[in-house]
């Protein structure tokens, strides 16, 4: 991925200039990446939604059904609230990431806005949602002591096995949304590309 960007930076820099094109091909590339932007939009406002419904459930299965008396399962319900909140503020910053870019613009500033909030979304997709994921699932396994006291054996065995398949569930979805998104960006890159190698060429 690092390439695209390289090669990308590589003709900003050949071709900084206005850049004059077919006014029909201009307006069709201009359409086609507005639909793609929207369809981005509305895929940050998903995941806030579905984020934010889990935080509401597991906030009040904490605070109503199951109170955590220990302090080492209160961090860990922390832990878990805290990761799902992050991760809705990261999707409510994309939203407005996404947003300043316009489409109108030039276009190699608006290539240049993609490709950033491109970059953007990789970092979060990478490291930063390992890192949530790691840091849900450790606050998971740290209540997982107090509810032994209240549970028997082979029903705890039942909760860990039911989270580990849920977790390989939400993985496999939010890796295919992400894969989705990424494309999705990439299609806007290689939009914006080709009017830049139509006006070298």
């Not at 939009?41 to 109503?64: C, K, M, Q």
């Not at 399962?73 to 832990?79: E, Q, T």
């Not at 947003?99 to 953007?120: G, P, Q």
């Not at 028997?152 to 849920?166: A, E, L, P, R």
Request: charged share 25%.
């Amino acid at each position: 991925m690092s390439n695209e960007f390289d090669e990308l930076q590589r003709k900003w820099q050949k071709g900084k200039k206005d850049i004059e094109s077919n006014s029909g091909i201009l307006e069709e590339t201009l359409s086609s990446i507005t639909s793609k932007k929207n369809l981005n939009v509305r895929f940050h406002y998903g995941n806030i939604i579905i984020l934010s419904i889990t935080l509401i459930v597991i906030s009040a299965f904490f605070y109503y059904i199951a109170p955590v008396k220990e302090i080492l399962s209160r961090i860990g319900v922390a832990l878990m609230i805290g990761g799902l909140l992050l991760r809705i503020i990261i999707e409510c910053i994309s939203v407005l990431k996404s947003k300043k870019i316009d489409v109108i613009d030039d276009v190699l500033k608006t290539t240049n806005d993609t490709i950033a909030f491109y970059k953007f979304r990789k970092r979060i997709h990478g490291p930063v949602t390992i890192t949530i994921i790691a840091l849900y699932t450790i606050g998971f396994y740290m209540i997982t002591p107090e509810f032994s006291l209240y549970f028997s054996t082979w029903k705890m065995v039942m909760i860990d096995v039911s989270y580990v398949i849920g977790a390989i569930i939400f993985i496999k979805f939010v890796r295919n949304s992400i894969q989705k998104e990424i494309r999705t960006l990439l299609e806007i890159i290689e939009l914006k590309n080709k009017i830049i190698e139509e006006n070298e060429a």
